[in-house]
């Protein structure tokens, strides 16, 4: 399923002007939508000049990818795995300090203990490079 969801800056009283939900979105979501905001009109539209594209392959992703660190690589994902930085070590055959450093900037992240993460990650290592 994809779905393009596109947020105008918000006006002046707080208020969002307005959103539009395009693609194939399932009747669960847009009846959900209808009941949370009820006071939002539905327009149908014909305007095709909106183009999906893979996010990866989107100029936003790419900068955030650039400002990205390694450090943050690892807590991002360590954090999305619902993983404590002393699971992780434990894991992985490191102190809970050695994360935090790494996580922080404070370590270098080396291919080795790149690859030890992305095993214990299920992530391929070069995330962490």
Do not use: C
Not at 6 to 12: D, G, I, R, S
Not at 22 to 29: A, C, D, E, R
Not at 45 to 70: C, G, H, Q, V, Y
């Amino acid at each position: 399923m994809q779905v393009l969801v596109k947020v105008p800056h918000t006006l002046e009283n707080g208020m969002m002007g307005e959103f539009r939900i395009t693609g194939n979105v399932p009747v669960f979501y847009l009846d959900l939508t209808r009941r949370l905001f009820p006071s939002v009109k539905e327009i149908p539209t014909k305007d095709n000049s909106e183009e999906l594209i893979e996010a990866s392959k989107s100029d936003w992703f790419r900068e955030m990818e650039a400002k990205t660190t390694p450090g943050d690589a690892l807590r991002s994902l360590r954090t999305m795995r619902e993983m404590r930085q002393s699971e992780l070590a434990a894991k992985i055959g490191v102190k809970p300090r050695q994360i935090s450093d790494m996580e922080h900037g404070r370590a270098p992240i080396g291919k080795k203990m790149a690859m030890k993460l992305g095993e214990a990650l299920n992530m391929n290592y070069k995330h962490f490079l």
